[in-house]
């Protein structure tokens, strides 16, 4: 082993128990932003992107560099814009006008720094002269020394909404300053290549980062890892190549996992985005042997790369690795169902992070290593907190074709034994004339439905009556972790009035009336007491408890897990049926008249 190696080693270690300990204060809040965050922090990958796309080891080098290039930036450009617009929906009134200096202030620095880059690229060959007799490598250095410490800091501050712009703030320069030393990086020959994906890559980010709906933001987030470790794959094959029969065990090694963990993340990822934008059906796909297909790729792969460490100039082993590689991403999500894709997209959030960290080892960049490290225990983290939160293991996630139940239960859901009661608008409103505290209860199906400013109207509706108004924020309702909370926080609910589950829990029992948008599954009481249960075990938000109960949704038809819900056979509850969106503004025009 050589001594850089263990430095790296070493480092990766210790940033990733210091990601632990920063990520693990992280308010579920502010889950969805963190997700994003660190997405684009990955994008650091764009740092030994720059290099392999300028310094024209081949022509193919700098083809798969410029493809790097692209794909990173837009992960940085539109990673940072999208968590900066998510964190703009967090604020308070109090807030308001230190978040509008702030903001002003980012853009004054965002314009300031494009133009010192491209001022930089302008009159580089003036600059080279002067800078000759400074030592580059070393400036280089301490950038990065700089910029990994901003980025922790950046991931610090997002452990409470007051302060997580200003940690972003930290980020952005932190990244800023580490493209913009890279581009001085000695090994940079030619610089066309790199404005094009510059350029490319921030347009392509920015589309996204700006425009795209708050619903949109798990497809988003998943594309986003694809191309990360696009990135990452392209610049392990381009080194492979490079260093051809000078290869040694141990860049082997690195190369070896970092295009391994990048396929896989890659086609994993696509195939995740797929089946969240609806292109690819929701439903696991599974076949006989398929868990036993499986595990024999990943030994085929495992063992390729094994041969190849021993035998590193094995040229056709090496790219029967990349396709196994890309194949297995494929077949591991294909059998996965929709509804449990965040748990997917956080596990290969954390294999983008380990591709870029690989990455890191391939090309020894020490920031990469960090960040690589911090990305991928924060998806890990998530993954863990999601699976905790369903009471199931990610084993089960990953191999237990969960959704497929569904469609079985649906016979036995439909069947279902017990009197259910109905309810119309008009009587809702007549229902809300004698109630002093609502805890609102959004689901899935207010996601789907888009009903978040709609919920949040009769919300300001009813609290103008003297109303009491909470909403009970379940940790695995929506569809990534912390999703319900963007929604409502971008339909301007103040986010003090969201509780999550432990804190709500023991309101239940004093209001009124619980009332229940779109979600299932986390309202289920079968989960507290029916060992039958799928869902038993699951941590459940307990709105049978208060003295009313009325569920917005379209009909009795179960959640995610295909289970009846027996909440709706209590003489208690009451069921407004129809789309939540289309009832909600019913019911705040029967509320108005
Ligand atoms: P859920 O149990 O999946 O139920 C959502 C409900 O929304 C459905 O029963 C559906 O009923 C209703 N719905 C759908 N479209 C609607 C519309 N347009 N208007 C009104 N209602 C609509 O949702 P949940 O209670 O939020 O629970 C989330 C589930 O996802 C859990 O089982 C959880 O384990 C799983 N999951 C979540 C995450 C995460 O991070 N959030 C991760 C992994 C798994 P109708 O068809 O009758 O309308």
Known sequence: MTIELEIGLYIFMLAGFLGYHLISRVPPLLHTPLMSA?????????VGSLVVAGAA????STAFGFVAVTCSTTNVVGGFLITDRMLRMFRRDQDRLAKRELGRGAWLAAAGLLAGVLALLRWREELRPLLRGA????????????????????????SSPRHARQGMFLAELGMAMAVIGTLFHPDIVAYRWIIVGLILGSVVGASMGLWIPM?????????SHSLGALAATLIGISEYIRHGDALGQILMTTI????????????????????????????PITYPGQNASNFALLAVMVGSLVYLIVTPSAGSVFQLMVGLALLFGFLLVVPIGAADMPVVISLLNSYAGLADAAMGFVLMNKIQIITGSLDGTSGFLLSLLMCRAMNR?????????????EKEAEGTAAGAKGTVRRIAPEEMGVLLDSVRSVIIVPGYGLAVAQAQHGVAELAKVLIKRGIDVKYAIHPVAGRMPGHMNVLLAEANVPYDQLYQMDQINPYFA??????IVGANDVTNPAARHNRASPLYGMPILEVDRAKSVVVL????RPGFSGVDNELYYNPKCMMLFGDAKDTVNTLIVALKS
Request: glycine share 12%.
């Open 57 to 60: 080891y081949s022509p193919l």
């Open 135 to 158: 030592d580059l490598t070393q400036a280089l250095r301490f950038s990065y020394i700089l910029s990994a410490a901003l980025f922790i800091l950046g991931l610090k501050g997002l």
């Open 38 to 46: 660190t997405n684009a922090m990955s994008g650091i990958s764009l």
């Open 393 to 405: 293991s990610a084993v089960n996630v990953l191999f237990g074709a969960f959704g497929k139940i």
């Open 510 to 515: 004093e209001a009124d009336m619980a009332l």
């Open 553 to 556: 949704k379209r009909s009795l």
């Open 215 to 223: 619903t949109a933001v798990p497809q988003r987030t998943a594309l």
């Open 256 to 283: 070896g996992l970092e295009v391994v963990i990048g396929g896989l993340t890659f086609t994993g990822s696509l195939m995740a985005a797929a089946k969240l934008q609806g292109l690819l059906p929701g439903a």
